[in-house]
């Protein structure tokens, strides 16, 4: 009885044990079902934004050689074939190419593939028809070149696909591979599960794992790779609760993205749409069947496997793919045995393809952090499209880099001792063309175009000259302004006295060659005539922001200025007295290609159309005539330009600004030590200046027309009317009412105007 009595009194007990763990158990199960569904709701990936490049947009006219067409290619990774059959294809016979163009979806819609024949003539592409039906093809745009990435800060990366997307092929070696049964099994294969521990039990050790596509995707999206018994508990429970949530595709298309693939230093290879990019350089509906097989294989082991480090290793593992493919009838055995002979095709790993614009991109997010957050950035998959003008972007990096180290060797300077920093812009628009922060185009560290404020020397002079045309009562072109010494006492009793560069005085000079030669003193007389807070308030008008102390020597460009500043005020010249905000960005797309943003073009009148037309001759001058007469040694025989050097003191910084019809560009020249330089304005940044607007087709500059201006010939000499007959005469624009009512002593009434279109370009004729 006691026997008895004593079970009966423990019976309890163990029931409440059971029913205790029970409950425990079915919270834990609870606990990982909210976990995957948590994971696995709503968003998935944290995915960085892809910046696009400006899209090549081609015309029948369009000023093109069919290198730079090739250039752009390869930068897309079109492949060149003997036939073109599929999208990103293209051959070429001499001047004439063949191409099929990807479908790609732009802020406007989305663009269709296009199978086109282009003919090249002259420099220009001379025609553009439909290739099947022989139509002419008024426009076609190509897919832009992706330039970089703004990334998470786990630096993970991923191309999504859904599941439509990714060729039958691959995922049909995919599965005959990882998992033959994972349409058939519930998130656990009971038979991989019992020959991986029958493998661990003779190894003494974890060294196998039995695990189906499911329990590989839970592994990498929320578990971590310990190998340990309670991981795979966990594994497995997980992997019946989510296939009991989600449907095969769902979790098939969530392991394609999501699978690990490869390293590229610090940033992970995820997903196969990416390492398609990152192995093949092309998108993977347009790889070949070898070429799934070996993205396939390398899933086992991507490092183990990495076709560039272990080719061999790497081939073989694809040929095991394509034999057991074969084995199971989903290719051909001809296939497999065509596939085995190809070679791997991986293209050669270049990590400057991750950002391969860093100081350009440097520009593009600071703009967006005006409207986004930086986690948006980084994490929304946004695509942003830019103004980015690759053709232009690649021949700034390589003028700049070449002629910096021409110059160190011509004045026996230390390798890498100068530095530089450049921006290019559309005159209209204002969109940044190309960008340059540093000699060297792949280093992402300080970006000289946009954060060294350094002195701009003369190229504030232009503002002065500009406030005094705005008066044209008492300022012409013509007007003769005092080039002699000059001492001026403030009133704390500092003495100032401005020398010129060539330590010379030119006595009364017109006015436009105080501004073409660049006289200090002359700029500082007339500049303290007309008043500091008068130019102030003209930068102001010209775009400049930063804070301006009224001192005299303000007029001689005692502010510092980044490149990008510089380009800002300049802009507002070079577009006929409009302030346009310099553009990087066009428009921003959500992930699911929805649009978020347009930036269109903004302007606002800033300066008179007339003033602002003098000050563009005048600046004219200062390129013909003036401080930067050298340039058009190396430019086209029509290329016009207006423009200004800037030097400071001690030959600290080397500066041009200069402009044509169609293009701007700034460039500065320096040591970031703040060291002399040893170069002028003109023996320095006008030389890159020059290499880089030399490789632009050229153009006469046609002028708009221009209410209330006319023009006469003047003597230089006196300022006095003139004739096309005298000796020093010049030909110059006035405001209408404003020209000089005096004649010079050879004027004989023999006036030729021209049509005002073409007056500057007979006057250098």
Not at 212 to 219: F, P, S
Not at 288 to 313: F, I
Not at 535 to 554: A, F, K, M, W
Not at 735 to 757: E, F, H, N
């Amino acid at each position: 009885r006691r026997k008895v009595s004593r079970r009966r009194s423990h019976r309890p007990l163990w029931i409440r044990l059971g029913v205790l763990a029970l409950v425990f158990l079915a919270a834990y199960i609870i606990y990982l079902d909210f976990k995957v569904q948590h994971e696995f709701a709503g968003k998935r990936w944290s995915l960085p934004a892809r910046v696009y490049a400006r899209p090549l947009e081609l015309y029948s006219g369009l000023e093109l050689t069919p290198e730079q067409l090739v250039t752009e290619l390869k930068a897309l990774h079109y492949r060149p074939v003997q036939s073109p059959r599929d999208s990103g294809q293209f051959s070429r016979n001499r001047n004439n190419f063949h191409l099929i163009s990807r479908a790609f979806e732009f802020w406007d819609g989305e663009e269709p593939p296009r199978s086109v024949r282009l003919a090249f003539r002259g420099g220009k592409l001379s025609g553009l028809t439909d290739a099947d039906s022989g139509q002419g093809v008024s426009l076609l745009r190509l897919d832009p070149v992706l330039v970089g990435s703004f990334y998470p800060a786990h630096n993970e990366d991923r191309v999504l696909l859904q599941l439509d997307e990714v060729p039958v092929s691959l995922t049909d070696a995919l599965i005959v591979i990882e998992d033959r049964n994972f349409y058939s099994h519930k998130g656990v294969s009971p038979a991989a599960i019992a020959r991986a521990m029958l493998a661990n039990i003779r190894a003494g050790g974890v060294v196998q794992g039995g695990s189906t596509l499911t329990q590989q995707l839970l592994k990498n999206f929320v578990l971590s790779s310990e190998r340990s018994l309670t991981r795979k508990a966990n594994e497995a429970v997980m992997s019946l609760l989510l296939e009991w949530h989600y449907s095969k595709d769902e979790i098939l298309e969530a392991y394609l993205n999501e699978v690990y693939l490869g390293q590229d230093g610090n940033r992970a290879i995820h997903g196969f749409g990416l390492a398609s990019y990152f192995y093949f350089e092309r998108p993977l509906a347009e790889l070949s069947v070898d070429q799934y097989a070996l993205l396939v294989g390398m899933v086992k082991g991507p490092s183990y496997y990495n076709p560039r480090r272990h080719p061999e290793r790497a081939k073989s593992r694809r040929n095991l793919v394509l034999d057991v493919m074969a084995d199971l009838e989903l290719i051909s055995p001809e296939e497999a045995a065509r596939a085995r002979a190809r070679k791997l095709g991986v293209s050669a790993q270049q990590r400057k393809a991750i950002n391969t614009f860093p100081a350009f991109l440097d520009l593009v997010r600071r703009q967006l952090q005006r409207d986004y957050r930086d986690e948006d950035i980084t994490s929304e998959g946004l695509s942003i499209f830019t103004t980015l003008d690759p053709q232009v972007q690649w021949q700034l990096e390589a003028v700049l880099g070449s002629r910096l180290s021409q110059l160190e060797r011509d004045r026996k300077l230390k390798a890498d001792t100068l530095q530089g920093a450049a921006v290019v812009t559309s005159v209209q628009g204002g969109e940044v063309l190309a960008l340059a922060g540093d000699r060297d185009p792949g280093f992402a560290g300080f970006n000289r175009a946009l954060d060294a404020h350094r002195q701009v020397g003369s190229l504030l002079k232009p503002a002065v000259y500009l406030t005094a045309l705005e008066q044209p009562g008492r300022y012409t072109l013509a007007t003769r302004v005092d080039d002699s010494p000059l001492k001026f006492t403030s009133r704390t009793g500092a003495v100032w006295e401005p020398g010129n560069y060539d330590k010379k005085f030119h006595g009364k000079v017109p006015l436009y060659q105080a501004l073409a030669h660049s006289y200090n003193v002359s700029t500082a007389r007339l500049g303290l005539d007309l008043g500091i807070e008068s130019i102030i308030e003209t930068l102001r008008r010209l775009g400049v922001e930063q804070h301006l102390n009224p001192y005299p020597s303000l007029v001689l460009g005692a502010v510092e200025m980044s490149p990008l500043q510089v380009t800002h005020m300049y802009q507002t010249f070079a577009s006929g007295g409009f302030r346009t905000p310099l553009r990087a960005i066009n428009a921003v797309l959500a992930a699911d290609k929805t649009p978020l943003q347009r930036y269109p073009l903004s302007v606002q009148a800033a300066i008179r159309p007339a003033p602002n037309y003098l000050i563009n001759t005048a600046m004219r001058f200062a390129v013909r005539e003036g401080t930067g007469r050298g340039i058009y040694r190396s430019l086209p025989e029509n290329q016009d330009v207006a423009g200004k050097t800037g030097t400071t003191d001690d030959l600290r910084d080397s500066w041009f600004a200069g402009f044509t019809e169609d293009r701007l560009g700034v460039v500065w020249i320096g040591r970031d030590d703040n060291k002399s330089s040893g170069l002028t304005g003109s023996s320095g940044a006008l030389r890159v200046w020059a290499d880089l607007f030399s490789q632009f087709s050229g153009a006469g500059w046609v002028s708009a027309a221009v209410e209330d201006i006319e023009y006469h010939w003047i003597d230089s000499a006196s300022g006095a009317l003139a004739d096309s007959g005298c000796k020093d005469a010049v030909q110059l624009p006035f405001i209408s009412g404003s020209a000089p009512r005096d004649y010079a002593a050879c004027y004989r009434g023999k006036q030729s105007l021209p049509d005002p279109v073409d007056w500057f370009k007979e006057l250098f004729q």
